[in-house]
């Protein structure tokens, strides 16, 4: 039986509470100990101001870049099942966390189903984001098929965005 293709899926990291940066590279390990994941890339980690939500701790977010053999609802369920081994407790929208997984892409593919959103509806609207994202790849594809080039972000998107440190590391192989 032929395997299935890997398909190229960007994640996205972040965290606010405890220890940011190590809850960062574990999600980033135990995603590539996944079945059908492979961590495949990192951008560098940058240290955000909160957006929406309570008054809380500043964030530490990455992207990630994944090959995986997955499906796009099989992915999520593993990132969600990721976050709730770290202990992630959904108890307020936009609210501090340990860790926050957030599927970007899935190849070119799109889906709007419930609880599924690919291209995620709000990662062009957002630097910090972005900014991770655009290291992995230059042409991400965006909600509303728009391209990079067509973004224009309100405001000033990069403030309150501070590069904090080199990539996560990749430690692991593909299952």
Known sequence: MEEPAAVRAFLALGANLGDRLASLQR?????????????????????????????????????????????????????????????????????????????????????????????HPRMHERGFVLLPLLELTEDPPLPGDRSIGSVRLGGDPMRGIVLLGPPLALRQTFA
């Open 27 to 119: 999600a980033a390990d135990l995603l590539g100990r996944q079945q059908g994941i492979a961590i495949v890339a990192s951008s560098r980690v940058y240290e955000t101001e909160p957006v929406g939500g309570p008054p809380q701790p500043d964030y530490l977010n990455a992207v990630i870049e994944a090959r995986t053999t997955r499906s796009a609802r099989s992915l999520l369920d593993a990132c969600l099942d990721v976050e709730r081994s770290m202990g992630r407790e959904r108890v307020e929208r936009w609210g501090p966390r340990v860790i926050d997984i957030d599927v970007l892409t899935y190849g070119r593919e799109r889906f709007d189903e419930p609880g599924l959103e690919i291209p």
